[in-house]
């Protein structure tokens, strides 16, 4: 996404630490895998039913990384919302899905 790529740039360019920055939006704005998963059937205007293997295991538990630090260099900078960036990424996917570089 966009974010990520203007974070990057502003590293390169202006962070000067040697400990590593975690560039991640702010733990309010996390997103479970469920609710991921049914923003990208949103985005995809899915109608068909949604199973869920409850007999598997839960999965990774939750790991949330601070953005403390990123947040005292950069305060004021908006992350693009989860739901928005999905949205983004499958409109992108579906108006160049016909190109033969998406579908090698």
């Not at 704005?29 to 998963?37: G, P, T």
Request: no cysteine; glycine share 2%.
């Amino acid at each position: 996404n966009l974010d990520l790529a203007k974070l990057f740039i502003w590293v390169l360019r202006e962070y000067q630490e040697v400990d590593p920055i975690i560039l991640a939006p702010d733990e309010a704005d996390e997103v479970s895998i469920k609710e991921a998963a049914m923003m990208i059937l949103e985005a995809f205007d899915f109608k068909g039913e949604v199973k869920y293997l409850t007999d598997k295991s839960d999965g990774q538990l939750k790991k949330t990384a601070s953005n403390a630090k990123l947040r005292t260099y950069l305060p004021q900078f908006q992350f693009t919302s989860t739901r928005q960036a999905i949205k983004e990424t499958v409109q992108w996917y579906i108006d160049n899905y016909h190109t033969e570089h998406i579908r090698k």
